[in-house]
């Protein structure tokens, strides 16, 4: 699937407007398959690892994309903020991944990210920044 083209599969469209974001994230994160969640993210994104570690490029992004889908198990979330400034949209989302994971083992994943969403030139909303872990204290020392 071409995500770069929002329109080829309904399921997994971008959102046209900033209320939408965390319902087009929940469908692209919750397919569970990084190519289709690579197609939320700007050219140029970043997705920030639990380590506070900045992921470049669509072969990072997606190797860290590939740890959260290795549970097998559906994200939930909740928006606190949603803060729109122009073609810039701050989301700070409670989320979390629960259950029984693939492996058998217990998976309790929940944090509040601290992400930045930009309005692209085709009118659609995709994320620059994606800091699942953005309100913890992180030491890169």
Same mark, same amino acid.
């Given at each position: 699937m071409n995500n770069q083209n929002p329109?080829?599969?309904?399921?997994?469209? +971008?959102?046209?407007?900033?209320?939408? *974001?965390?319902?087009?994230?929940?469908?692209?994160?919750?397919?569970?398959?990084?190519?289709?969640?690579?197609?939320?993210?700007e050219s140029d994104a970043i997705l920030v690892n639990a380590k506070g570690e900045p992921q470049r490029g669509r072969e990072d992004i997606?190797?860290?994309l590939s740890?959260?889908?290795?549970?097998? +198990?559906?994200?939930? #979330?909740?928006?606190?903020? #949603?803060f729109v400034a122009g073609d810039l949209a701050s989301l700070v989302l409670d989320w979390?991944?629960?259950? *029984?994971?693939?492996?058998?083992?217990?998976?309790?994943m929940v944090a509040t990210s601290n992400d930045i969403a930009r309005k692209g030139s085709d009118g659609y909303w995709r994320y620059i920044i994606d800091n699942p872990f953005g309100?913890?204290?992180?030491?890169l020392y």
């Open positions: 329109t080829n599969n309904r399921k997994y469209t +971008l959102s046209t407007t900033p209320e939408g *974001i965390v319902d087009s994230l929940l469908a692209h994160i919750n397919s569970l398959d990084v190519e289709t969640m690579l197609g939320f993210y997606g190797a860290e740890r959260y889908f290795s549970f097998g +198990l559906p994200m939930s #979330i909740t928006a606190r903020h #949603i979390n991944i629960v259950g *029984i994971g693939k492996n058998g083992e217990k998976v309790h309100t913890q204290v992180r030491s």
